[in-house]
């Protein structure tokens, strides 16, 4: 025991006034990105330590997830039979690293063990970045040159195609059969941001597959469309509890484009310019979150944070919402309402007040790490001081554990120790992965809804007790969590210490 017990410091003997009133259920990501050459000359041993203390210190912040980026540019940084390893692994692509090691597989293993959630982050077209200049051979772009188009230095699986669509998925369900992850998530490459001068190259294909659509906008959208539906259904058919997730560009549609429904902005639109339709993807329950990607400031002329958000929360609550947040934004420009503070105060209040917005990734996770403007501190001080349960999302199951059972205090060798035992489970609906221990100081009413009750989120089946002189009575209790984070009932031992 002595080697798998994590000791816990239990604040359930701080006055409860002095808790700050956190919600229960938050998602708190962060992206971990490959694509800017971080981990590029690093050796298994570097890339492992960085990402170890990068996990650590999120943990502290209070992240409940990591975003972590496994395929950029039709790559992989995990083993896959499909496609060739990442050059933004081992600077080279089709090279695997050495040491050998797999970083999904790697990451899954600490984030879980951080009681952290890893959703794996691919980029769907994207075949090749600007900046790289050698693929490997089994690379398609090599492989099958006809699936790809060139576009400003870029080169992309050209969405009219259904061989490609089919490729994506098999893809995903490669990485969903063979990995334990959380998620699946995809960001906001869609059909390439435009750039001056360029045209997209589709027109023949628009004119021998255009199925019968008149405007060749609404054709790209369509073949969107088709993408997204099929790889949910590739994820949900594969492993039900794995959720999918989208992180569009923060602006759906302009007003002057949609005067009925758009946002109060003027910037690049993902409906009119990067021809995907989120809030239909959100409608049809074709994605399972949305993250828009706000990252400007409270203030921003063309695309402001505030008007954004509110409007995100009023057209975008049919699936749980989170936003995603601009770390070193946030902290450059001053609080419009308090010019002595920056601005992730106002932006938590900004949260606050939103009905579905129920959730937060930090763009980037490195940036949070190296505490720029205080940032990780506040996190850990303050906003996300207390654990936070995953937001519920019922529509995936509504199916709960059952009762843990056989719930005890002991004294052990490691000190006074508080077991169960996990609830018999009929499939993954109603299995236990991780309990909720709760206490309650005597007098107190019992009440598991509000986090300032929680002290402890665990996947072990015991958390050691802060014994102190035996004096004081307590009611601890335990509450199991499926995959997704469905509560079941509570079971209750008094406990004096």
Known sequence: MKQIFVFLILSFLIPANLIQAQVKREFRGAWIQCVNGQFIGMSTQEMQKTLAYQLDELQKD????????????????????????????TGRQGVAPSPYWDPLAWMIEQCHKRNMELHA??????????????????HIAKTNPELVFQ???????????????????????????????DGLHIDDYFYPYPAAGQQIPDADDFRRYSNGIADIR??????????????SKTIRNAKPWVKFGVSPFGIYRNKKSDPKNGSDTNGLQNYDDLYADVLKWVN????????????????????????????????????????????????????????????????????????????????????AVDNVGNYGTLLRTKYWKKPALMPEMKFISKNAPKKVKSLKSVWTSDG??????????????????????????????????????????????????????????????????????NEGKAAKKKVKL
């Open 62 to 89: 209070g992240c409940n997830a990591i975003f972590f980026q496994v395929r950029p540019e039709c790559d992989a940084l995990y083993e896959s039979r499909i496609e060739p390893w990442s050059r933004f692994l």
């Open 284 to 367: 049809n329950g074709w994605v399972d979150y949305c993250v828009p990607q706000i990252y400007w400031q409270i203030g921003h002329k063309a695309a402001d944070y505030a008007t954004l958000i509110r409007w995100w929360d009023k057209h975008c609550g049919n699936r749980p919402l989170f936003i995603g947040e601009d770390v070193e934004r946030t902290v450059k420009f001053a609080d419009p309402a308090n010019p002595n503070a920056h601005q992730l105060d106002a932006k938590m209040r900004l949260h606050r007040e939103m009905k579905h917005a129920n959730g937060h990734v930090l763009w980037y996770a490195k940036a």
């Open 151 to 181: 576009y400003d230095g870029l080169l992309l699986l050209n969405p009219a195609y259904r061989k490609n669509r089919d490729h994506i998925c098999r893809v995903v369900l490669d990485i969903v059969t063979r990995y334990d992850v």
């Open 218 to 231: 609404d054709w790209r959208r369509y073949n969107v469309d088709l993408f997204m539906e099929q790889l």
């Open 416 to 485: 006074y120790m508080l077991f169960w035992t996990a609830p018999k489970s009929k499939d993954w609906s109603t299995e236990a992965t991780k309990y909720v221990v709760y206490a309650f100081k005597k007098g107190s009413k019992i009440d598991t809804s509000s986090a300032a009750n929680i002290v402890a989120v665990t996947s072990n089946t015991f958390v050691k007790l802060n014994y102190i002189h035996g004096k004081e009575n307590y009611t601890f209790v335990v509450t199991p969590l499926n995959r997704i984070h």
């Open 121 to 138: 982050w691919i980029n769907p077209y994207r075949a090749k970045t600007k900046f790289t200049r050698e693929l490997a051979g089994n």
